[in-house]
């Protein structure tokens, strides 16, 4: 047992912080969480002196094998290679205080078997395995000279962050193949994106037959389904046809966040990469396609928070950043910042991306019963959410399922 005495706690809920608080962690999980002292005899005790307790943190748009910003190109590197850089990213997220991480298409299975097997010291991942994509969509990584010549995209193991299926029967099969490995939830591809060759921004991505059958084999799974969209014709037409959770929605407009509320939907921002593709992007390699897309979505990202918050849209928190912009995944919080109060960015990257990922009350809480994935902020983080910057410099501790990752009190 571990006893946490004296800390200001940020139980993920709140609106403020509350002092003098006890935390006691049995095993994996919280088993106390008290305004009183606690008595643990054997337990082994650290005084807080008043620093925050928080719930680690959790990024619902992650990428652990986008080693680099060029999606074409990591289609030919070798899988050896993706999996070191995985290692490396996940590794890193930790230690920003990340704790669980969802993967939006190319983490799969092998690392989550990895992570859980300790050889990866990483979040708790929730992966989608390879995300659902059309011909020409935006998970389509085939340069356009490729599409010409007899270029064989049959085995579907070739791919690494998408599998192409078209047709009701075809997508039904290619969602079937990732809940069969574990997918924690499905992710299609429903409009056009920065990263892929062929698709502009405001293509329409999978007719409703094919919507509406992933969603089906998902909730068949007792899952659901994430949809990457940027305008709000791609975005309405998925909520309409039972996707639960929209990444991105830059575009989004006020008619569209309504109707994404009143279906009870999550929208999923994830601002930071376009500032960090804007500013890092072409000395990365970057291609010069996506370099013109991206300006469209980028300008209108952070209006869309307005949008979103005055609709009563349940936000979560995501990065969505490609290779060593990873760096930055921190960053979400300073932009957010400018439109959200801390308390309202801070629940959204961790109840509310709980709930979203259905493990409310498990995760992304501090309190009795929820798995120890904790950590310590020398400061208050409501007053100043830069604390949460600097790779995790200022988090004395870092705990995930009561094992400490960090701890350098
Ligand atoms: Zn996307
Ligand atoms: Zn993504």
Redesign the pocket.
Known sequence: MILFENCRLFDGLGTELRDGCHVLVEGERIKEVSDRPIQAAGAEVIDLKGRTLMPGLIDA?F?AMAAEPDFVKMEDLPRSFLHQHARHLLEAALLRGFTTVRD??GGDYGLAMAIKAGLIEGPRLFYSGRALTQTGGHADFRSLEAGHGDYCFCSQSAHIFGTIADGVPAVRKAAREELRRGATQIKIMASGGVSSPSDPIWNLQYSEEEIRAIVWEAESWRTYVMA?AYTPEAISRCVAFGVRSI?HANLIDAETAAACAAAGAYVVP?LVTYEALERDGPELGLPPVSIEKLKVVREAGVQSLEILNAAGVAVGFGT?LLGAMQSHQSGEFSIRAEVLSPDEILRSATSVNAALLNVEGDLGVVAPGAFADLLVVDGDPLADLSLLQNQGAHLAVIMKGGHFVKQSL
């Open positions: 748009h990428h939006a298409g990457h990444e994830t969505d």
